[in-house]
């Protein structure tokens, strides 16, 4: 049943870097950015599963929002970037310019791969829909749109840079919406919503595409 959960994110990311970059998968860059990402993750898990233990779910309609924004979508997009700053500033992860998007695109994937396998473990008595299912999709775009938000605001400078970034609040509030809809008993409302993210990611990937990709020497 969990399956999806579990290999969501690295098939999609395996599916695209095979169907894009064929051959490249095994280059130096491809390997710090995935293992990189997924070491960082592992350590901001270890702080997310204490703080779970001592931050809970109230069940008014704004708590479950807000408890889903968190632990759903804004946690992993604050520290998934800060991962990245602090690996690019450090030197572990080197990039050429804005069209690297398989790189970083990998390390985000890396960074979400082990988040699927935490969220089985925390709730393993307790799968639905949403967990099995719709999650696992919301895990696939973040990983899509933070690579857009980092490329774009390399392009950029000063207030356009501060820009590009506060639209993250924006688009984490509507993300939330959808175990927020789901966990009201608005289930359709929340696929519908989920598979509308999904298709708006996947048509910006699709016009930017050819400013966002280069094959790659290996």
């Not at 960082?40 to 109230?58: D, E, G, H």
């Not at 008014?60 to 970037?81: A, G, P, R």
């Not at 409302?189 to 509308?196: E, K």
């Amino acid at each position: 049943m969990s399956i999806f959960l579990l290999t969501a994110v690295p098939l999609v990311f395996f599916l695209y870097i095979t169907l894009e970059f064929r051959g490249l998968t095994a280059t130096t860059n491809f390997k710090n950015a995935f293992v990189s990402g997924f070491i960082f993750s592992v350590l901001s898990l270890l702080i997310l599963a204490v703080m779970s233990y001592y931050i809970q779910n109230r069940y008014t309609k704004l708590m479950v929002y807000i408890c889903h924004w968190f632990f759903d979508v804004l946690y992993y997009t604050v520290f998934s970037l800060g991962g990245y700053f602090i690996l690019s500033t450090r030197r572990f992860l080197v990039f050429d310019d804005r069209k690297d998007f398989p790189f970083i695109y990998t390390y985000f994937s890396g960074y979400l791969t082990p988040v699927g396998f935490y969220i089985a473990i925390r709730n393993f008595y307790t799968m639905d829909s949403y967990i099995l299912f719709l999650f696992p999709l919301i895990l696939i775009v973040m990983g899509f749109w933070l690579a857009f938000i980092i490329l774009e605001a390399q392009r950029q400078r000063g207030y356009l840079r501060v820009i590009i970034f506060l639209t993250i609040l924006p688009m984490t509030l509507a993300v939330a919406l959808v175990p927020w809809l789901y966990y009201l008993n608005y289930q359709m409302y929340a696929v519908l919503l989920d598979i509308f993210i999904v298709l708006v990611c996947s048509s910006v990937y699709s016009i930017l595409r050819h400013d966002y990709t280069r094959i790659f020497g290996s």
